[in-house]
Every structure is written in C-alpha cells, then in structure tokens.
C-alpha cells in the first residue's frame, strides 16, 4: 500500500542486461523482505534484511532504515526471472516475534530474449 | 524447504454462503498467516497465530474468521461471502523465533458471484 512504494510498477528488460527496483517506506522499518511470485503465482522469498547489504547469486539487495529505502538488483537478467517482486517491511520489533509485514504493489518484471 | 499446503486451490462461491479455506504446514512452524492478494495491494494480512488455540486480527480482519486447532492447521473462514471478497488468498508460516522467513502456500483463488 502506501506505506511501501514500489518502483517502478512494471519493467521491461532485455536478457543479459541489468536494472534495479526500489522500495521507499514512509514508516519505520526495521527489517525488509523481498519476494518473487513467479508467472504461476507462487511466492518465494529472496532476501531478510537488516539495515545492511546481501547478495546471492546475481541478486543483491540493500536495506538502508536511515533512508527508509530498499533495493533489489539483478544483474545479467535470466528469462526466469521474470515474474513481479514484492518487498515488505516489518514496521516494529515491538510486534514480537510475529513478522506483520506490509507490502508493497509490486514490481512486474518481464525478461525478453 | 518448507511445506505448505492450502486447499482448494479453486472456489466458486455464492453471495451469504460459507467459505472456509484451509492450510497445512509441516514444518512445526509456530507463525501462520492469512493474506489476500488483489490488483494494486499487494499482500494484505487478514488474520495470523501464534499457535495452536490462537488467532490475532491482522490488518483487514472484517467479514473474517481464523481457527488454528493444530499446529498444523489454520483455516480462513468467510461466514458470509460477498463479492468483495473475491480475491487470491495465500497463507504463509514462519518459525517465529526472529529473523522469520515467511514460507508460502500456492494459493486459493476464491470468487463470490
């Protein structure tokens, strides 16, 4: 919602190529979560993030809290990885052990040969 | 990687009936969780446990009902469908000890004509 904004909303790359997406939060968050829900609709998590940095594979994201941003890069993009990446935000380690997340819309990536 | 399963993947139900989507996890995963999905929203959170014999109200719990028997299982209940919700429904776990990667089910479309 508008806590989190996704940007951009949908996306167009050519395969090989590389591109990052954004998430901006207006609340505090204390740690970020990316998500790919794939063309069949599953989701899978991609990253947990405390403010910091993690890279798997040709994905890296960053989390800045100061900044109240996300990024997510992907480098030498795969038609695979096609499909729309949500990232949410736990606003408080008050809430406990319970991880209520707020999402983003999402981005829609589309890979092209 | 950890199981989760909701049943039915498909519903068609009709206006004032009764709905009731189930999950399963098998993981012995304290957290669960009930979102719905709809264009432009992202993923909203409906209702989550703890554990068995608890439900919490999430962030848009009306016209909603949670049962978590089991450790197991967590089930969405619609008392009394109405068109607006119609929508995708994921249920998701997660252990609850922190840094909680949430783990998704494959979904139910549900439709309320």
């Known amino acids: 919602g508008d806590k989190v904004k996704q940007s951009p909303s949908a996306l167009s790359l050519q395969e090989g190529t590389n591109s990052a997406l954004r998430c901006n939060f207006s609340?505090?968050?204390?740690?970020v979560q990316w998500f790919l829900q794939n063309p069949r609709g599953s989701l899978m998590n991609l990253f947990y993030l405390v403010p910091g940095t993690k890279e798997n594979g040709r994905l890296k994201s960053a989390f800045d809290s100061k900044e109240s941003y996300s990024t997510l890069h992907i480098r030498d993009a795969q038609l695979e990885d096609s499909g729309t990446y949500f990232c949410?935000?736990?606003?408080?380690?008050?809430?406990?052990?319970?991880?209520?997340?707020?999402f983003g819309a999402g981005t829609r990536l589309a890979v092209c040969p | 990687e950890a199981a989760v399963t909701q049943s039915p993947r498909n519903k068609v139900a009709v206006t004032g009936g009764k709905v009731t989507l189930s999950c399963n996890q098998t993981?012995?995963?304290?957290?669960m969780y009930w979102y719905r999905q709809d264009t432009g929203h992202g993923l909203r959170l409906i209702h989550y446990s703890y554990g068995a014999g608890s439900t919490e109200k999430g962030d848009i719990p009306d016209g909603y009902k949670a049962s978590r028997p089991s450790q197991e299982n967590f089930s969405l209940i619609l008392e009394l469908a109405t068109p607006s919700q119609t929508s995708v429904y994921f249920c998701a776990s997660g252990h609850g000890l922190g840094a909680e990667t949430l783990y998704f089910g494959s979904g139910t479309r549900l439709t309320v004509l």
């Open positions: 949410a935000a736990e606003p408080s380690l008050l809430s406990g052990s319970f991880n209520k997340l707020t």
């Open positions: 993981n012995n995963h304290n957290n």
């Open positions: 609340i505090a968050a204390t740690t």
